[in-house]
């Protein structure tokens, strides 16, 4: 059974994704915070972090979020920070070729708080499908993004009239 979550920035602009997709995606995300540095950040920095934290570590399971409106307030600067983030996890994704395979699926579950919040992954993900998601994000912040819809990644059962990426 698959949990899906919303994911937006302005009202009625956003796109629904399957909950464990993001908690992956939030895995790397928070590689490229860490590999930044957190120290002397300011206070909405470590706010936009601790929400991709808290959804590796599946303590919302069931009901993720983000409060990207609060933290960066429709801020240029602050959302160009993000998109540089997101961008530099583009890059890290593009590195690991052309799927995360199941090792590294694992890998990405370490951090779950419980064994419970553990997902079972019965085939690799493909990088493409990260990418078009975080191309989604980036667009979001850079006020482009115009459409409300329902992505899910290949190979992987899907709720009718989802595009499948």
Known sequence: MFRDIYIDYEE?????????????????????????????????????????LVITHGYNSGNQGFLFKEYLDFKKEREGVVISILEETKKMLLSKGKEIGLEELAKTEERKIHKDFVNDWPIPLQVNSFIIVIDFMIQMFQHKWEEDRTVWFKGYPHPDGADVI
């Open 12 to 52: 009625d602009k956003g796109f629904w994704l399957e909950e464990r997709f993001l908690e992956v995606l939030s895995y790397y995300v928070c590689l490229v915070f860490e590999k930044k540095g957190l120290e002397d950040r300011p206070e909405w920095y470590l706010e936009v972090y601790d929400d991709f």
